[in-house]
């Protein structure tokens, strides 16, 4: 079992970088205010269950390759690092994301759980992104590999479903505080750089059992 102070860093982590304006909840922010809280609560539905879909696939090869060799482990270490370097390079650069006024025409319900499915099985970063930020959080010695990714997998979707669902709720008066607030997005987006230094960091330090 993962240690629940881990569990507990990955959850706020998560709260903090599922809070950085990008294509998801830009989406369910526009949708949410256009059509109300149950259409965005469908949507993060279907957003949350393209998460789980990448999170299975992950968690077999994880597995696989943490069990096969320290030179496979060190192969998916550094690569990790240099992902989330990336990411961090990016999220300093960014500046204002666009948010757009909801003027889309309506969905309906299915139709929107149904594009967040597709919005993230269609999207291979996630499963990247999934790929150098379980393995710096899962120790072999502790055994139950997989189920280790489970658990740290359940930390990050908790803390996704608790900030879609607030979008959902709260749309109309994010979008038009995001949407007058430059500052705001720019500051979201240097706590995310940061947060992805201090994970690529402990990625590079982490050894193999």
Request: hydrophobic share 55%; with cysteine; net charge positive.
């Amino acid at each position: 079992m993962v240690p629940t102070e881990v569990l507990l860093a990955i959850f706020t982590a998560s709260l903090l970088l599922s809070l950085v304006p990008g294509p998801d909840n830009l989406f369910l922010l526009t949708q949410a205010a256009l059509e109300g809280p149950v259409a965005g609560i469908c949507l993060t539905l279907g957003l949350l269950t393209g998460l789980i879909c990448h999170t299975t696939a992950v968690i077999f090869g994880v597995t696989i390759l943490i069990k096969s060799s320290v030179t496979a482990f060190t192969i998916l270490k550094f690569f990790g690092v240099a992902y989330l370097l990336y990411l961090s390079w990016h999220a300093f650069r960014a500046g204002k994301a666009k948010i757009s006024e909801p003027t889309n025409k309506p969905r309906g319900n299915f139709r929107l759980y149904r594009r967040g499915i597709l919005m993230n099985i269609s999207n291979p970063k996630i499963a990247i992104f999934f790929l150098a930020f379980f393995p710096q959080f899962i120790d072999p010695t502790l055994g139950h590999i997989a189920r280790q990714t489970i658990e740290l997998a359940a930390a990050f979707i908790l803390a996704f479903l608790i900030v879609f669902i607030s979008i959902a709720y709260l749309a109309g008066r994010l979008g038009e505080f995001l949407r007058k607030s430059d500052k705001a997005q720019i500051i979201l987006n240097r706590i995310a750089g940061t947060i992805f230094v201090g994970f690529a960091l402990k990625l590079a330090l982490t050894e193999s059992a």
